[in-house]
């Protein structure tokens, strides 16, 4: 519990906010650049964007960057802020070429130093739309003064550790740090799909209390009528609790996001951790379960199916597989749109998190099957002890646990407001998981369930109160028999 308290403190501390800002680079090949997206709720919502010229990715983190002395940068002209709307976005493939639908076009000169803010505002007066803002350089004029100026020659650029060799021998490059803040009509910095997230995180963690009330109760109840409780209810409260500590880092994340606008990718990614940690947790405990452990029958080890070390190995690396999407889907423009990295995004332009939300679902699929697949090798052995019955709603609890990302991803395509997808999706996930929960805590704390009385974990060594009772009538008996056989 201690260890537990102080990682929570760390990530609490860990969560104080760090600017995000992002670096795009321009070349010969390279004149247009996407920077962010955010949407927009009913009203006036109000963007403040700055840049500056950097000599390389090592500069970010100067106030007046150094360039090398050989480029003249007074010769530089400016770059165009150019944003589209969503409807104009989804026609787009060059931004240069469609830049005649674009609703906001600004000029940006290029300098060392940072310019001055330019505040954008854009009124939503209908239904809320998605913005997209770009960086162009269409003339491509800023490229041809950079290649003759010999940009990346001078020696100061070529010995920076932490530019790659493949970028020093480019010497044609322009690089262009962005700053950004976004607001919605409120003020809030969340983007328009999440700006209920706040409302469903504490809902969520009043829903966990909740949980663990009913929990201890159950458990108190079990333990005052059988003196026993059964030992996979340790199992179940530790995930709870490592599934409510990820929710508490998150809403603290997001509270603080959306008074400041400011993110730590640190911070959203030990709640990913704890989350995998849970899944994989139940998931196992699932598996185990219908491999026969913890059952009466389990004695005969040897007619069970149980997974072999290579599956159980499989089993874990889709489990990495799919938190490696999942980061893609979560934090897939971290260095460029802070905005929406919370989100469970199914329908979105982005190619790259399209793919990651599919392959979650299908490795969530997989992981169906391999469940499916284990509980059919034992089926008749449950159908022999009697347990078919028992173990048909562990197999419907499992499934839908399994499974509840991609009918939440299924439901919310379903939805007809697309901005309000990512919190249908977040919801639907989240309420499957809480019904498996109190499923599991029933099965595992009722003395009513069946699962119970077929469970050889349920037999304690310590006499229940039952036992005792018939021990000593069982006691009183012998010994008045032996009395009167003594007269």
Excluded at 201 to 209: G, K, R, V, W
Excluded at 253 to 262: D, L, M, S
Excluded at 417 to 423: A, V, W
Aim: with cysteine; net charge positive; hydrophobic share 45%.
């Amino acid at each position: 519990m201690i260890i537990i308290i102080c990682i929570i403190c760390t990530l609490i501390i860990s969560c104080k906010s760090k600017y995000v800002n992002k670096v795009i680079e321009f070349n010969e090949s390279n004149f247009e650049a996407f920077i962010t997206d955010f949407s927009c709720g009913i009203g006036v919502c109000n963007v403040k964007i700055r840049a500056r010229r950097i000599a390389n990715y090592a500069s970010i983190t100067s106030p007046n960057p150094s360039l090398p002395p050989i480029v003249h940068t007074d010769k530089l002209g400016s770059l165009d802020l150019v944003v589209f709307i969503d409807h104009d976005w989804r026609a787009s493939t060059s931004y240069c070429s469609n830049i005649a639908n674009a609703k906001i076009n600004n000029k940006f000169l290029i300098t060392p130093h940072w310019s001055e803010w330019i505040t954008i505002q854009v009124e939503q007066v209908i239904s809320p739309h998605t913005w997209f803002f770009t960086m162009v350089d269409c003339s491509k004029k800023n490229i041809e003064i950079i290649k003759n100026s010999k940009l990346g020659t001078s020696p100061e650029y070529i010995k920076k550790p932490t530019i790659s060799r493949s970028r020093q021998n480019q010497t044609n490059f322009l690089y262009i740090q962005i700053e950004g803040f976004f607001y919605q009509p409120n003020g809030s910095h969340l983007p328009y799909e999440l700006v209920s997230l706040p409302c469903l995180l504490i809902f969520e963690i009043l829903c966990y209390i909740c949980i663990f009330m009913v929990l201890f109760i159950k458990t108190i109840a079990l333990d005052k009528s059988a003196k026993i409780y059964h030992p996979l209810i340790l199992w179940i409260t530790a995930t709870l609790v490592i599934n409510a500590i990820a929710c508490i880092i998150e809403s603290l994340y997001i509270f603080k996001f959306k008074e400041t606008g400011i993110s730590n990718s640190n911070v959203l990614l030990a709640s990913r951790i704890l989350n995998l940690i849970c899944n994989v947790g139940i998931y196992y405990l699932l598996i185990a379960i219908i491999s026969g452990y913890s059952l009466l029958v389990y004695r005969e080890k040897d007619k069970y199916y149980k997974p072999s070390i290579k599956l159980i190995s499989f089993i874990f690396f889709i489990y990495i597989l799919q938190f490696i999407f999942l980061k893609i889907n979560k934090f897939r423009n971290f260095t460029c749109n802070t905005y929406t990295i919370l989100s469970y995004i199914v329908i979105n332009t982005d190619d790259t998190c399209n793919c990651a939300c599919k392959i979650i679902s299908l490795l969530k699929i997989i992981h169906a099957v391999i469940f499916e697949y284990i509980w059919k090798k034992n089926e008749k052995l449950f159908i022999t002890n009697n347990l078919s019955k028992i173990l048909d709603k562990l197999r419907i609890i499992g499934h839908l646990y399994i499974l509840a990302y991609p009918s939440s991803c299924l439901i919310s395509i379903l939805w007809i407001k697309y901005h309000e997808k990512e919190i249908v999706t977040n919801l639907v996930t989240f309420i499957i998981q809480i019904i498996t929960y109190l499923s599991l805590i029933y099965i595992f704390s009722s003395r009513k369930s069946s699962y119970f009385k077929h469970s050889y974990l349920s037999c304690s060594i310590i006499p229940t109160r039952e036992d005792l009772l018939i021990h000593t009538n069982l006691a009183k008996q012998m010994l008045t028999r032996s009395s009167s056989e003594f007269d």
